[in-house]
């Protein structure tokens, strides 16, 4: 919605943070341990150690390089997008899939406003395995679907992802100054997209009136998605909470329970799912 202000230029899924925050373990191993293992990243993991590229020792001396590549490519895409509304100076939003980098992310822009998007976990992790069955359209060619006998392995994955990135970008959240932070709950965003906004705008010190955000928020609604490009399968799905109540075995639903619980219940969503026994 916000790649509609001209004075924005928007960059969606640069994956960045794929990049800088590689998992460990990788999934294939996650899938065959005889445990749930604790998941971290590859920075995390060997930061201490000297021969690591991007070792604490040497922060000094790749962070800066670090942020001027990011800098430059960042300002490329901008500054075209810039140039073709006819803005000098934009304001450039970047929408950040891998988001369980975001320690780093903002070490190298610690003046930067931080927009935290959260869902219920389990939510997120139905609309996962919606992204990764057969003719979605997350599926490159080639690429193959889950098959019925690995989900449960896939759900134990996808719920620990989501802990973990929920962890790291709340932690990030709560270091970064209350000035140049909002936290979005998608729920909210959902009830009444305007309203929340207003909320990012005012944390983004963007001058929009709520007119225009209505006007906005009106022509993305969910509703006005046609019929044949929504549904299960599709990148705009349901736009519902509570869909992995119909959508997960009970043995599914207890992994993510077990795996996530404890958060679900910090950030005050329901931590229990109805299982049937």
């Not at 990243?41 to 021969?51: G, S, V, Y």
């Not at 100054?177 to 005012?202: F, G, K, Q």
């Not at 329970?257 to 404890?262: A, K, Q």
Request: aromatic content about 8%.
């Amino acid at each position: 919605m916000l790649s509609e202000l001209p004075e924005v230029a928007p960059i969606d899924d640069p994956h960045l943070g794929h990049h800088l925050g590689v998992w460990r373990p990788i999934p294939l191993a996650w899938a065959t341990a005889e445990e749930t293992p604790r998941l971290t990243t590859l920075t995390t993991l060997k930061r201490d150690k000297p021969d690591y590229f991007f070792s604490d020792r040497y922060k000094e001396h790749w962070l800066p390089a670090l942020r001027d590549l990011v800098v430059t490519r960042f300002d490329a895409q901008a500054l075209e997008t810039a140039r073709a509304r006819g803005v000098s100076e934009p304001m450039v939003v970047v929408k950040e899939p891998g988001s369980h980098a975001a320690e780093i992310l903002f070490t190298l822009f610690p003046g930067s406003r931080l927009v935290f998007l959260l869902r219920d976990g389990r939510d997120v992790v139905d609309s996962w395995l919606d992204a990764y069955k057969r003719d979605s359209w997350a599926l490159d060619e080639g690429a193959y679907p889950t098959a019925t006998h690995g989900r449960l392995h896939l759900v134990r994955w996808l719920s620990s992802v989501w802990t973990y990135r929920t962890e790291v970008v709340r932690a990030a959240y709560e270091r970064h100054p209350a000035s140049r932070r909002v936290a979005v709950r998608y729920e909210n965003l959902r009830a009444d997209p305007a309203r929340e906004l207003v909320r990012i705008c005012s944390a983004l010190e963007l001058d929009v009136s709520e007119e225009r955000l209505r006007s906005i928020a009106d022509a993305h609604a969910y509703e006005r998605v046609s019929a044949a490009e929504k549904g299960a399968g599709k990148i705009v799905r349901a736009a519902t909470s509570g869909g992995w109540r119909q959508n997960m075995s009970a043995e599914e639903q207890r992994a993510m329970i077990e795996i996530m619980g404890d958060k679900l219940a910090q950030l005050r969503y329901i931590p229990g799912a109805v299982v049937a026994a």
